[in-house]
């Protein structure tokens, strides 16, 4: 009996497919199917961490396929982003040729995991025939009011000279400068996602089949909130503060607006906290060195809600003191502080320190009241020591609120506020417009001229894509863009006269946010082809990382709506269905000096017990570390070339699915993907061994049938329920009830290994294919449809039913499928462990209930 080659058969299988076309799309008039997985950064490798996002989408593909849908399944690249512009600083290459060559590395790296990938449909978001298509919905968008230009607050590196994401400021430094950044407003574009809001919660409640976490990170990120704008009358105020000129506002003297989500707590108030940005705090900055100063720290810690709630609560007494609304008598002093956010509200807070953390932690460092007004229902009165009380409860110490529950009080306040004409019942949202502003070059161009005399104008339709110049140097910081001889200098397509092109490009979540429609025509003369979109969309099966739940989903969803909105397509929600796989973990393997060593340079031992390693090239004791998720950084990666080489591809497919449920990580070890290849060998052996001539036993052959559709049943149920390692479970227990019916021949073991040959194909679809030829069929595997299974075979014949006593589980017993009630209820009376519960409690049956094939319910008493 030959042995499976995985080396020669792989390569072989999938040329087979390459010369058939076997992936590309088509549209048969059958039912389509449109599988997607979230598409990779080209950044020069893919290693198995990342084949298991792929392998997963694949082996939905390909049961799609078997099942006779038309099938769209394709690839491409999320290419444009800062590694490249370092690598052209640290290397002195330019990004466009280091993209693009990680790319060609990384298409060939994935061909060898044998993806049913339509490549045909290939692109990168940094080809000018996509973002030239992007540059033209953007314009309509501008067009349609949704898209604008404000000044923003940004993180700001003052060495590198560009603006930071809130990832790239570490301990208030650049990420890659180490300068301390700086919040600078700058002029930026944004995207009005915000006009959005509402649609975007509610139609969270149609995606039922997303992960309800990543529905609730995307609802709390929304943020939407019900409560009350107040406005607090300055009582006192500093005399170098200018007084309120004639009918004009005055923002130094006028009323503090505050927004509050709980204004039932309003009597708990004891100071007001102002962003360091906020009109006032910068009024008195200019006389008070020390609120000046205050703002500068404020300005050298990132934007992000993280960052600030990581930091110590600081922050400045302003001199100024507010009136209570409902108490005339009672003033409260104002603070500027740097855990107030400028982007929520007004950029203004009240405190109310009894029932609010990070209030508490405030009051406790400055020394400010502390005064509960919400107590749990079950106590007199409640003491505040180092936290908050944050739970339901009644009002006290509050006046007319007194002895409401919480939401009764904060319908009262707002009521009270409105009649006193002091504030107004208001909703507002976390959710902030979306920047799209990057002062980088590798990015799509953003295509608006500025001209000095016609303003903002839109780049003509007959001039895009503007496409970005590949005569740059990185050699100095900043964006090359902006100081690049020629490309900017455009004349005004209104006036005719000089003008320059916007140097910003996009966020690149932008280009992230409609790749998926593109897809379904990628060569396309309009951005996106109605009819294809209209056919293949939304998409049926998405799946990618859960890091993504938030942003990438969030603007694709916001970004979908808009396009239909303009009459591109005509869906809202892009993906019907959405998985988060885990992350592929490997050990991490250090040297001495702390240099990471990868897996293939290690040699481990197991001496009775004790586990250590070495390093082959130097003989070096190495540290074995955690186990971690695969990144290059570690070196804890391995790639499917290393697989093909030692196991085959076919056994690192099987291993990244079969170890552990999807959702959850799954931890590479060398004798896991030794147990995966094993298995494929023995798949291969019941093929190459098979004779079509022997008979069989005729009852063997009857119980081998039945297992047979047991086996189908059970893997179908288990691909379609995202259970592939339990699918996988099954095929192993299938396989080895093959092996084992030695007895059975003919028809029988026909039947059983050409579903174990369809069976196995989504998962490790080489040997499937060289299985099936062996058995004699025609064509592919590929091509064959999806076993179908008989209910009545695939049924077990015996069943476990539950015994209850008094809705509690006690015991269980086997029974005949379909028994009659009397044999069950005797069955179930005789239970040892029923009959030692009875007597050790003194009771006795008063009733048994039979449902037949569920459970055996006893009342006793």
Same mark, same amino acid.
């Given at each position: 009996?030959?042995?499976?080659?995985?080396?020669?058969?792989?390569?072989?299988?999938?040329?087979?497919?390459?010369?058939?076309?076997?992936?590309?799309?088509?549209?048969?008039?059958?039912?389509?199917?449109?599988?997607?997985?979230?598409?990779?950064?080209?950044?020069?490798?893919?290693?198995?961490?990342?084949?298991?996002?792929?392998?997963?989408?694949?082996?939905?593909?390909?049961?799609?396929?078997?099942?006779?849908?038309?099938?769209?399944?394709?690839?491409?690249?999320?290419?444009?982003?800062?590694?490249?512009?370092?690598?052209?600083?640290?290397?002195?290459?330019?990004?466009?040729?280091?993209?693009?060559?990680?790319?060609?590395?990384?298409?060939?790296?994935?061909?060898?995991?044998?993806?049913?990938?339509?490549?045909?449909?290939?692109?990168?978001?940094?080809?000018?025939?996509?973002?030239?298509?992007?540059?033209?919905?953007?314009?309509?968008?501008?067009?349609?009011?949704?898209?604008?230009?404000?000044?923003?607050?940004?993180?700001?590196?003052?060495?590198?000279?560009?603006?930071?994401?809130?990832?790239?400021?570490?301990?208030?430094?650049?990420?890659?400068?180490?300068?301390?950044?700086?919040?600078?407003?700058?002029?930026?574009?944004?995207?009005?996602?915000?006009?959005?809001?509402?649609?975007?919660?509610?139609?969270?409640?149609?995606?039922?089949?997303?992960?309800?976490?990543?529905?609730?990170?995307?609802?709390?990120?929304?943020?939407?909130?019900?409560?009350?704008?107040?406005?607090?009358?300055?009582?006192?105020?500093?005399?170098?503060?200018?007084?309120?000129?004639?009918?004009?506002?005055?923002?130094?003297?006028?009323?503090?607006?505050?927004?509050?989500?709980?204004?039932?707590?309003?009597?708990?108030?004891?100071?007001?906290?102002?962003?360091?940005?906020?009109?006032?705090?910068?009024?008195?900055?200019?006389?008070?060195?020390?609120?000046?100063?205050?703002?500068?720290?404020?300005?050298?810690?990132?934007?992000?809600?993280?960052?600030?709630?990581?930091?110590?609560?600081?922050?400045?007494?302003?001199?100024?003191?507010?009136?209570?609304?409902?108490?005339?008598?009672?003033?409260?002093?104002?603070?500027?502080?740097?855990?107030?956010?400028?982007? =929520?509200?007004?950029?203004?807070?009240?405190?109310?320190?009894?029932?609010?953390?990070?209030?508490?932690?405030?009051?406790?460092?400055?020394?400010?009241?502390?005064?509960?007004?919400?107590?749990?229902?079950?106590?007199?009165?409640?003491?505040?020591?180092?936290?908050?009380?944050?739970?339901?409860?009644?009002?006290?110490?509050?006046?007319?609120?007194?002895?409401?529950?919480?939401?009764?009080?904060?319908?009262?306040?707002? %009521?009270?506020?409105?009649?006193?004409?002091?504030?107004?019942?208001?909703?507002?949202?976390?959710?902030?417009?979306?920047?799209?502003?990057?002062?980088?070059?590798?990015?799509?161009?953003?295509?608006?001229?500025?001209?000095?005399?016609?303003?903002?104008?839109?780049?003509?339709?007959?001039?895009?894509?503007?496409?970005?110049?590949?005569?740059?140097?990185?050699?100095?910081?900043?964006?090359?863009?902006?100081?690049?001889?020629?490309?900017?200098?455009?004349?005004?397509?209104?006036?005719?006269?000089?003008?320059?092109?916007?140097?910003?490009?996009?966020?690149?979540?932008?280009?992230?946010?409609?790749?998926?429609?593109?897809?379904?025509?990628?060569?396309?003369?309009?951005?996106?082809?109605?009819?294809?979109?209209?056919?293949?969309?939304?998409?049926?099966?998405?799946?990618?990382?859960?890091?993504?739940?938030?942003?990438?989903?969030?603007?694709?969803?916001?970004?979908?709506?808009?396009?239909?909105?303009?009459?591109?397509?005509?869906?809202?929600?892009?993906?019907?269905?959405?998985?988060?796989?885990?992350?592929?973990?490997?050990?991490?393997?250090?040297?001495?000096?702390?240099?990471?060593?990868?897996?293939?340079?290690?040699?481990?031992?197991?001496?009775?017990?004790?586990?250590?390693?070495?390093?082959?090239?130097?003989?070096?004791?190495?540290?074995?570390?955690?186990?971690?998720?695969?990144?290059?950084?570690?070196?804890?990666?391995?790639?499917? %070339?290393?697989?093909?080489?030692?196991?085959?591809?076919?056994?690192?497919?099987?291993?990244?699915?079969?170890?552990?449920?999807?959702?959850?990580?799954?931890?590479?070890?060398?004798?896991?993907?030794?147990?995966?290849?094993?298995?494929?060998?023995?798949?291969?052996?019941?093929?190459?061994?098979?004779?079509?001539?022997?008979?069989?036993?005729?009852?063997?052959?009857?119980?081998?049938?039945?297992?047979?559709?047991? %086996?189908?049943?059970?893997?179908?149920?288990?691909?379609?329920?995202?259970?592939?390692?339990? %699918?996988?479970?099954?095929? =192993?227990?299938?396989?080895?009830?093959?092996?084992?019916?030695?007895?059975?021949?003919?028809?029988?073991?026909?039947?059983?290994?050409?579903?174990?040959?369809?069976?196995?194909?989504?998962?490790?679809?080489?040997?499937?294919?060289?299985?099936?030829?062996?058995?004699?069929?025609?064509?592919?595997?590929?091509?064959?449809?999806?076993?179908?299974?008989?209910?009545?075979?695939?049924?077990?014949?015996?069943?476990?039913?539950?015994?209850?006593?008094?809705?509690?589980?006690?015991?269980?017993?086997?029974?005949?499928?379909?028994?009659?009630?009397?044999?069950?209820?005797?069955?179930?009376?005789?239970?040892?462990?029923?009959?030692?519960?009875?007597?050790?409690?003194?009771?006795?049956?008063?009733?048994?209930?039979?449902?037949?094939?569920?459970?055996?319910?006893?009342?006793?008493?």
């Amino acid at each position: 009996m030959a042995r499976y080659e995985p080396k020669t058969a792989e390569p072989r299988q999938q040329q087979r497919w390459s010369d058939a076309n076997a992936f590309v799309t088509k549209d048969t008039g059958r039912p389509k199917y449109y599988v997607l997985e979230m598409f990779p950064y080209p950044s020069g490798n893919i290693h198995m961490g990342h084949a298991r996002n792929y392998v997963m989408g694949d082996v939905v593909a390909r049961h799609k396929r078997a099942q006779g849908f038309d099938v769209l399944h394709p690839m491409g690249w999320d290419a444009f982003g800062m590694p490249a512009e370092n690598a052209a600083m640290e290397r002195g290459i330019h990004p466009k040729g280091w993209t693009y060559s990680n790319i060609a590395n990384m298409r060939e790296q994935l061909k060898l995991l044998g993806l049913s990938l339509d490549w045909s449909r290939e692109f990168a978001t940094c080809d000018p025939e996509y973002y030239g298509k992007q540059q033209a919905w953007f314009l309509e968008l501008f067009k349609r009011g949704l898209v604008y230009r404000k000044d923003a607050v940004v993180n700001w590196d003052p060495v590198d000279n560009t603006v930071l994401a809130n990832e790239q400021v570490i301990d208030g430094r650049g990420w890659r400068s180490g300068a301390l950044v700086e919040k600078r407003k700058l002029n930026q574009w944004f995207l009005r996602i915000t006009d959005y809001a509402d649609d975007l919660i509610e139609g969270l409640k149609t995606l039922n089949r997303w992960p309800e976490k990543v529905r609730l990170m995307q609802e709390n990120w929304i943020g939407k909130s019900k409560g009350a704008t107040l406005w607090w009358p300055i009582a006192e105020a500093p005399a170098f503060l200018p007084a309120s000129p004639e009918g004009e506002p005055n923002h130094a003297r006028d009323p503090i607006e505050v927004y509050t989500t709980r204004p039932d707590t309003l009597f708990g108030a004891s100071f007001l906290a102002l962003s360091a940005d906020h009109p006032l705090t910068r009024a008195i900055a200019e006389h008070r060195p020390d609120v000046a100063d205050f703002i500068k720290a404020c300005a050298q810690t990132g934007t992000s809600e993280v960052d600030i709630e990581k930091a110590e609560k600081l922050g400045v007494d302003l001199g100024v003191r507010v009136r209570h609304p409902f108490d005339p008598d009672k003033t409260l002093p104002v603070w500027a502080a740097n855990f107030v956010l400028s982007t =929520y509200g007004s950029g203004a807070i009240f405190g109310c320190p009894a029932h609010d953390q990070r209030d508490l932690d405030f009051a406790r460092k400055y020394d400010l009241p502390v005064t509960p007004v919400v107590k749990p229902d079950d106590v007199d009165t409640i003491e505040i020591g180092t936290e908050a009380y944050v739970g339901p409860g009644r009002i006290f110490n509050s006046d007319f609120l007194n002895g409401l529950d919480v939401e009764a009080a904060k319908a009262a306040a707002i %009521a009270k506020v409105e009649e006193q004409k002091q504030g107004r019942a208001e909703t507002i949202y976390r959710l902030r417009d979306w920047g799209v502003s990057r002062q980088r070059y590798w990015g799509c161009p953003i295509p608006v001229i500025h001209c000095p005399s016609c303003g903002v104008q839109p780049v003509p339709a007959d001039q895009l894509p503007v496409v970005l110049p590949d005569d740059v140097t990185f050699d100095v910081p900043g964006n090359p863009l902006a100081r690049h001889p020629t490309w900017k200098h455009v004349k005004c397509p209104s006036c005719d006269q000089d003008a320059t092109r916007e140097t910003d490009t996009l966020d690149t979540f932008v280009d992230s946010s409609w790749y998926f429609a593109r897809f379904t025509d990628p060569t396309a003369d309009a951005p996106i082809d109605k009819a294809a979109a209209d056919h293949w969309l939304a998409v049926d099966q998405y799946i990618g990382g859960v890091e993504h739940a938030v942003l990438h989903l969030l603007y694709a969803r916001f970004i979908t709506r808009a396009l239909t909105d303009a009459g591109m397509m005509s869906v809202k929600e892009p993906f019907a269905g959405l998985f988060t796989q885990g992350m592929v973990v490997h050990e991490t393997y250090r040297r001495a000096d702390g240099q990471w060593v990868e897996p293939t340079d290690v040699d481990l031992t197991n001496d009775a017990g004790v586990r250590s390693a070495r390093q082959l090239s130097t003989g070096e004791a190495l540290v074995i570390g955690d186990i971690e998720k695969m990144s290059k950084s570690k070196k804890n990666v391995v790639a499917p %070339a290393e697989i093909l080489e030692s196991h085959g591809v076919d056994a690192g497919r099987l291993f990244v699915l079969s170890d552990s449920p999807p959702e959850r990580d799954v931890q590479w070890t060398p004798g896991g993907v030794e147990g995966a290849s094993r298995f494929v060998q023995r798949v291969w052996a019941e093929f190459d061994g098979y004779d079509a001539s022997v008979p069989g036993d005729e009852a063997a052959n009857t119980a081998l049938i039945r297992e047979t559709h047991k %086996a189908i049943k059970a893997v179908s149920e288990g691909v379609e329920g995202f259970r592939f390692n339990s %699918a996988i479970a099954k095929l =192993y227990a299938f396989l080895a009830t093959v092996r084992d019916a030695k007895d059975t021949g003919g028809e029988a073991r026909r039947q059983a290994l050409s579903a174990l040959a369809r069976l196995v194909a989504p998962f490790t679809p080489h040997v499937a294919e060289e299985a099936w030829s062996r058995l004699g069929e025609d064509g592919m595997v590929l091509d064959a449809p999806w076993p179908v299974y008989d209910p009545a075979l695939a049924a077990d014949d015996e069943v476990v039913l539950p015994i209850q006593i008094s809705g509690k589980r006690r015991s269980e017993i086997t029974a005949p499928r379909g028994a009659a009630s009397a044999d069950v209820e005797a069955a179930a009376l005789a239970n040892p462990a029923i009959q030692a519960y009875l007597s050790a409690n003194g009771v006795s049956v008063k009733k048994v209930i039979v449902v037949q094939d569920r459970i055996v319910n006893l009342v006793v008493g």
